[in-house]
Nanobody, 119 residues
Framework: QVQLVESGGGLVQAGGSLTLSCAET?????????MGWYRQAPGNQRELVATISSSGTIQYEDSVKGRFTISRGSAKNSVSLQMDGLQSEVTDVYYC????????????WGRGNQVTVSS
């Protein structure tokens, strides 16, 4: 059973920074995979923020390019998202995800971390 443990959300003033971290702790994901972060506001669909594959391919949502940096950690199947220059429009719940790279694989999700930027 895939298990994602997230940390690092919270409240920050506009212009500040936060780092989100996530690790898959069951050890059951041994194939190539993609990890990343999505965000979701109440009543809205979950939206891509950034992803990184186990081979290092990175994807960012356009509005966060240049401000957010995603990276793999030294631990197996861990990922961090450094968020700089935060503005109130990024206030949301952020969900970590991991998905094995093979046909039919479905993503697993963490519980979510609230990120609130005060203006």
């Amino acid at each position: 059973q895939v298990q994602l443990v997230e940390s690092g959300g919270g409240l920050v003033q506009a212009g500040g920074s936060l780092t989100l971290s996530c690790a898959e702790t069951s050890g059951s994901v041994n194939l190539a995979n993609v990890m990343g972060w999505y965000r979701q506001a109440p009543g809205n669909q979950r939206e891509l923020v950034a992803t990184i594959s186990s081979s290092g391919t990175i994807q960012y949502e356009d509005s966060v390019k240049g401000r957010f940096t995603i990276s793999r950690g030294s631990a197996k199947n861990s990922v961090s998202l450094q968020m700089d220059g935060l503005q109130s429009e990024v206030t949301d719940v952020y969900y970590c995800t991991i998905q094995r790279v093979f046909p039919g694989a479905r993503p697993a999700w963490g519980r979510g971390n609230q990120v609130t930027v005060s203006s």
